[in-house]
Nanobody, 121 residues
């Protein structure tokens, strides 16, 4: 049983900052890449950022230079520091992880339920 839980969403003015966190819990055998996705109202879910088990990072062009993804393996946590927020960043942000749980030898993707970020102009 694996659970991903996001936190840190809220309302912020344009130009402000927020820090999102996501904790993976349960019977985790191996934690691989972790990332963030978002879904704006009326839009498809889109990729935001990823961090590998070796701490290599990658960002969508729309957030590159403004967002920073990091992880804390001891706490099974991935974070997203969001700076210089824009109204177009408004979305539900979802945590994602590729991991192997104790019941399987295969790596699978797990998702959190999302946290809402609203950026006002």
């Amino acid at each position: 049983q694996v659970q991903m839980v996001e936190s840190g969403g809220g309302l912020v003015q344009a130009g402000g900052s927020l820090r999102l966190s996501c904790v993976a819990s349960g019977s985790i055998f191996r934690l691989n890449a972790m990332g963030w996705y978002r879904q704006a109202p009326g839009k498809q879910r889109e990729y935001v950022a990823v961090i590998t088990s070796g701490d290599t990072t990658n960002y969508a062009d729309s957030v590159n230079g403004r967002f920073t993804i990091s992880r804390d393996n001891a706490k099974s946590t991935v974070s997203l520091q969001m700076n210089s927020l824009k109204p177009e960043d408004t979305a539900v942000y979802y945590c994602n992880a590729n991991l192997v749980d104790s019941a399987s030898s295969r790596a699978m993707y797990y998702w959190g339920k999302g946290t809402l970020v609203t950026v006002s102009s």
